[in-house]
C-alpha cells in the first residue's frame, strides 16, 4: 500500500461522493477524491459513482478508462515520474529513463512486482528550461543528472 | 535592521531547490541575529540562475543566483556588508537578459507576492477591472479589439471576435472557461503566470464575464501542475474575501465566481471541444464544429474559452494600454508574445518580447546555444506539433503567418533546442507515437494512423525498403492533415514531415539541397 493513502472503505467512498455529487460534471472530480483518498479507484467504485450521478455504470468507467491519471490498482509505495517528453529528451532523458529501468529492474510505465515502486512516464512538468525533470511522490526535481537520479532511485526503493 | 528577501515558490525554482535555499537562508538568520521577512514570489524566469535570491535594496533589488544551500551564509555576509560575492548579479532589472524584454503579462511575475491580493493592488493590478466595471459591454470588447489580442494557446484567433460572438448570443446562463492545460512540451509560461500573478488570470476571467454576461467561469488546469492549481485556489479564495469575486463584484451589480477542475493526464482535453467534455464530467472526446462554442459551449451555453495568456493580457488592456498593447508586434501578430526556451540550451526561461524577433536571435543570441556546448542542429517551436527548424531557417520571424509560410507554428511559443546528437528519425517517431498515445479516438486517420506511422518510420529506421516506406509515410501524412478532426492528428504530420524534409540523412537518405548549397 502507497505511503499517505487509507485502506479502501466503501462507507468513506460513499461519504466523498455525497459531498461532491452537486457539482456541475462531477465525474471527474469524484475520481480525483477518490484516488486521492485510496491512491486508486477500485472497481466497486464505479458502480457507486453511476448510482449517485444518474449516469450509467459503462459510462463512469468510460470516464475513468479514459484518463492516464486514473488507477484501477494501487501503485508502488514510491511513484517515480520521468518527464519523456521532447525538451526533457533534448537534454539526454531517454537515456536516464534506461539507467532507472537497469537499476530498477523494471520497464517504464510499470509497478515493481514487490509493490515497492512505480516508474511511469509523464509528457512535460513544465520545467522544460532546468530539463531533464522528474517527480518523486510529487516532489519535484530539474537538472536531473546520472548522480542525482541515483540517489532519487535508492530513495524510491526504501 | 530588518532584511528584506524574495525566493521565488515557482515549481521551476523548487524544482532545482528554492525550498532549500529559503530554509537555509532562515538558519542562518537566526544564527547571525539577523531579522528578516521572505517573501516566496513567482520566478523571474531565468531559470538558469535559479533558485534566485533577491535582497531589497535603497537602489533597487539585487539578486543573487544560482544558490546552493551551501551558498547562503556568504550571501548573507555579502549582503550585510554590501560586498561582492561571486554569485552576485546586481540589480534584478539591471540583468540583460531580463532588461531587453517588453515584459508587459510578465510584468509583476517574480515581483509580487502571488498570496496578497493587496500587493497585487500596489502594483497596478484590478485597475483593468476598476475601469472595466465603468463600461459598456461593447466599450470592453472593442477596447479588446483594438489591442489586437489573438488567442495565446494556439490557434491565434483574435480574442474580442469571440468575445463578441459570445456577448451577442442569447442565453440564461453563460460560461467563461480559462484553457491551463498547457500540455505543450517545452511550454510553461501559463504555469508561471497561475503561479507567480494568479490574480491576474482571475482579474483577466472577471472582465470577460462582465463583457459577455457570463457569471460562472472555470479554470482547467493540468493535473501535473500541483504549484498552480494550489496557487490559483488561494487567489481565488482571496478574491472572494476582498470583493472581487462572489455576488456584486467590486461593489457593481455584477456576479462572477470561479471554479478550478483538474486534468487527469489527457493532452488532448487542451483541444477546447475536449476540455469542455472533460469539465461536464466525460471522456475527453473532440467535438465536431459547428456549433461553436461561442455559440453552444459548456453545457451547451454559450461559451468563451481563452488561454491562461490571452486572460492575462486583459487587465492591461483594460487599463487603458490597448493602444500601447496593438503598437508592438509585427503584421496582424500584435503585442508581445511570451516565448519560452527550453530543452538544451543554456540560458533557458521566459522571454517575453514583442513579435517579429527571429528564431535565430533566440536560441543564438538569447539562449546562448546549447547547455551542452554542442553545435545546435534542430530546434522544435510550438510544441509536439510543432515543426522542427533547422539553422537554414534561422531567420523566420516570430509571427503567425511568417511561420505558418513555413510550415511552422507558433504555438503557445515554446522552443525547444537540439544538439547534433539528435536524432532526427527518433524524434519523428515519438512525434507519432505521442499522436498514438494521446488521440481521443474519434477519427481513424489519428488513432490508427499514428500507429501506422510509428511502425512505418520503425521500418524506415531499419532500412527496410526505405524509399518505399518514405512515399508510404508521406501519403499517410497527408490522409492525417486531410482526415483528422482536430489538430492533433492533423498537425503531427508537421514535426514527422519537416524532420523528413530538413534532416534526411537520419532517415538514410541524401543529405538536403539546403544545407548542400552552402
Ligand atoms: C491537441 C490540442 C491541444 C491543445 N492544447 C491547448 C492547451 O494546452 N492550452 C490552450 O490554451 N490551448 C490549447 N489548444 C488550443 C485550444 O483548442 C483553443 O484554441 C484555445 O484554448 C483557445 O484559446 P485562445 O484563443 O486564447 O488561444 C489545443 C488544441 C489542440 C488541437
Ligand atoms: S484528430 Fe485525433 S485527437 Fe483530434 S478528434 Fe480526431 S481522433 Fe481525436
Ligand atoms: S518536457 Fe520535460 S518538463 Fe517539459
Known sequence: MALGYEAWDSERAAEIIAELKSHEGATLVILHALQEAFGYVPQDAIPMIALALNLS????HG???FYHDFRKAPAGRHVLKLCSAEA????????LAARAESTLGMTLGETRADGVVSLEPVYCLGLCATAPSAMLDGRLIGRLDATRLDALLVEAQR | MKLKIFIPRDAGAIAVGADEVALELELCARKRGVSL?????????????????????????IAFGPL?????????DAIAADGPHPLRLGLTEQIPWLKRQTRLTFARCGVIDPRSVEDYRVHGGYEGLERALALTSEAIIDDVIKSGLRGRGGAGFPTGIKWRTVAQANAVQKYICCNADEGDSGTFADRMVMEGDPYMVIEGMTIAGIAVGATRGYIYIRSEYPHAVEAINAAIAGARRAGYLGPGIGRSRHDFDIEVRVGAGAYICGEETAMLESIEGKRGVVRAKPPLPAHKGLFGQPTVINNVLSFAAIPFILAGGAQAYADCGMGRS?????????????H??????????????????????????????????GGPLGAYFPRELFDTPFDYE???????????GGVVVFDDTVDMAKQARFAMQFCAIESCGKCTPCRIGSQRGVETIDKIINGDRASQNIALLEDLCQTMKLGSLCALGGFVPYPVLSALKHFPEDFGLAPPRLQAAE
Not at chain 2, 546552493?68 to 548573507?76: A, C, F, K, Q, R
Not at chain 2, 527571429?358 to 551542452?372: F, W
Request: proline share 4%; glycine share 18%; hydrophobic share 40%.
Open chain 1, 57 to 60: 455504470r459503462a459510462e463512469v
Open chain 1, 63 to 65: 470516464v475513468f478508462t
Open chain 1, 88 to 95: 526533457c529528451q533534448s537534454a539526454g532523458s531517454d537515456a
Open chain 2, 37 to 61: 521577512e521572505v517573501v516566496r514570489t513567482g520566478s523571474r524566469g531565468l531559470y538558469w540562475l535559479e533558485p534566485m535570491l533577491e535582497v531589497s535594496t535603497g537602489a533597487g533589488r
Open chain 2, 68 to 76: 546552493t544551500p551551501g551558498d547562503v551564509g556568504s550571501v548573507l
Open chain 2, 334 to 346: 500584435r503585442g508581445t508574445k511570451p516565448i519560452q526556451l527550453g530543452g538544451n540550451i543554456k
Open chain 2, 348 to 381: 533557458g526561461g521566459l522571454f517575453e518580447v514583442a513579435f517579429g524577433i527571429t528564431l535565430g536571435e533566440l536560441v543564438d543570441d538569447i539562449g546562448g546555444g546549447t547547455a551542452s556546448g554542442r553545435p545546435v542542429r534542430a530546434v522544435q517551436v
Open chain 2, 402 to 412: 511568417a511561420f505558418a509560410a513555413r510550415s511552422g507554428l507558433v504555438g503557445h
